[in-house]
């Protein structure tokens, strides 16, 4: 049965490749005709799980390429199949008919709820988790309930490197007695504070956490009078700066692709699970400073005279961050008096979470600037954002309702302004389309 059920889901994810379909298929039919296939793989000993709200892509293909170059052959779910059907089509893509995994690495992202099926019928052996934030709510809960959830699910044993600078997941390694865990932040000294951050509450005793530095969202030095603290960090970013795009770990100097904190924390995660494999500084440091970004996560595409900015947000803390590098942008532009476009691009179809109150968390005020020319509209929740930017303040004269995004992508170019796009999950593929066809 196990050998049919390989043979069978293989052919399909041949069949698959050639006439370009996805990667969860063949792995959703695998796990119909034998569904505890997972448990039967044998899998390679230098392992890693990457998981959490914001980041696992990128760190995870950071991971990859890291193996790659230091001439590892890897098993990696490339394409964010991070469910449990996209892992399996994986797995028996890189396995043999035994159902052992014949490469050196396995690098898998996997999506923050499906670690408690998987995890409970393989051992991850080594786990990286980026942060905790609130995320798709409909699915997932907030932060403190998928936290709770994890904290009873997720196995014992396991090695973990955690960013120690996010209160959720240093609660959470409290709870799971993990074998080891390995904490990762950043340096206070060089890094500049969040204006009006949320209350954070104290997973133990409920009195609002005190920081004595906060960077975006729940991430920052914090304690409690209980005792609750940042722990000790095993692995610190110093010397960051944002402005050269460099920051130091252990005395490598790692060049960053763009100028983005959450950014540092990604090249960190990475850099940290690498080093503890032993692979060497320089090496690492190599291969990060070559990453493009994924697509749609802070790409800069062909459009006019200027390069047009593309960048998926679908939470708090990711949209909050691209609305600090837009004030940024803006202020530039100002000084320069340059005018500029901009598109926000949001759905709340089942795929993006139809519940969309993380909007209502987004610092549109932050998009107050004589330099903004237009801001176009556009998806099921164009008439939500115009509410909510009208209310931060925003002048309604500059808002365009957009109903036929090619047609206002292609005036956009044609306005020959420096251009910014903000889009959610189901929006991206169509803006990025327009932006590349315009
Ligand atoms: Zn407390």
């Given amino acids: 049965m196990k050998k049919f059920v390989y043979f069978i889901t293989l052919l399909i994810s041949k069949l698959q490749k050639l006439i370009g379909g996805g990667t969860s298929f063949p792995g959703k039919v695998a796990l119909r005709l034998k569904p505890d296939l997972l448990s039967q793989f044998k899998l390679p000993a230098t392992r890693i799980f990457v998981s959490g709200t914001n980041g696992k892509t990128s760190i995870s293909n950071y991971l990859a390429a890291i193996f790659d170059q230091a001439g590892y052959s890897v098993c990696h779910n490339t394409a964010g199949a991070n469910l449990k059907q996209g892992i399996v089509t994986t797995f028996i893509n890189h396995a043999n008919s035994k159902l052992e995994i014949k490469s050196d690495a396995l690098v898998i992202e996997i999506d923050e709820i499906t670690m408690i099926p998987v995890f409970s019928e393989l051992d991850p052996s080594n786990l990286l988790l980026t942060n905790l934030f609130t995320d798709q709510i409909d699915r997932m809960g907030d932060k403190w309930q998928l936290a709770r959830k994890l904290s009873r699910e997720l196995p014992a044993g396991l090695n973990l490197y955690l960013n120690g600078d996010d209160p959720v997941l240093v609660w959470l390694a409290e709870q799971i007695k993990p074998q080891k865990v390995v904490y990762f932040g950043l340096d206070p000294a060089t890094i500049s504070q969040e204006t009006n951050p949320q209350i954070e509450k104290c997973p133990y005793c409920d009195s609002e956490l005190a920081y004595n530095v906060r960077y975006y969202e729940s991430l920052g030095r914090f304690s409690c009078s209980c005792g609750f603290a940042a722990p000790k960090l095993d692995y610190v970013a110093t010397e960051i700066d944002l402005f050269g795009q460099t920051f130091l770990l252990e005395d490598q100097l790692y060049q960053m692709p763009y100028a983005q904190l959450y950014?540092?924390?990604?090249?960190?995660?990475?850099?940290?699970?690498?080093?503890?494999?032993?692979?060497?500084?320089?090496?690492?440091?190599?291969?990060?400073?070559?990453?493009?970004?994924?697509?749609?996560?802070?790409?800069?595409?062909?459009?006019?005279?200027?390069?047009?900015?593309?960048?998926?947000?679908?939470?708090?803390?990711?949209?909050?961050?691209?609305?600090?590098?837009?004030?940024?942008?803006?202020?530039?532009?100002?000084?320069?008096?340059?005018?500029?476009?901009?598109?926000?691009?949001?759905?709340?179809?089942?795929?993006?979470?139809?519940?969309?109150?993380?909007?209502?968390?987004?610092?549109?005020?932050?998009l107050q600037s004589g330099s903004l020319a237009a801001i176009y509209l556009c998806g099921t929740l164009q008439k939500q954002v115009l509410e909510l930017l009208v209310k931060k303040g925003i002048s309604a004269e500059k808002i365009l309702l957009v109903d036929d995004i090619s047609e206002s992508i292609a005036k956009m170019k044609t306005s020959n302004l420096p251009s910014y796009f903000l889009t959610n999950f189901t929006m991206l593929k169509s803006i990025r389309e327009n932006i590349l066809k315009a």
Avoid: C
Avoid at 269 to 289: W, Y
Avoid at 304 to 325: F, T
Avoid at 342 to 360: E, I, K, Q, R, V
């Fill in 263 to 366: 950014l540092v924390y990604n090249m960190l995660a990475a850099a940290v699970f690498a080093k503890e494999t032993g692979i060497a500084d320089q090496l690492i440091s190599n291969v990060l400073a070559k990453q493009e970004s994924a697509v749609g996560r802070f790409e800069f595409l062909e459009f006019n005279e200027h390069e047009a900015w593309l960048n998926l947000v679908k939470n708090p803390a990711g949209i909050n961050q691209a609305l600090d590098y837009l004030k940024r942008e803006l202020k530039i532009a100002e000084q320069n008096k340059q005018k500029t476009n901009l598109m926000l691009a949001f759905n709340n179809l089942p795929a993006d979470g139809l519940d969309f109150s993380w909007l209502d968390q987004a610092n549109f005020e932050l």
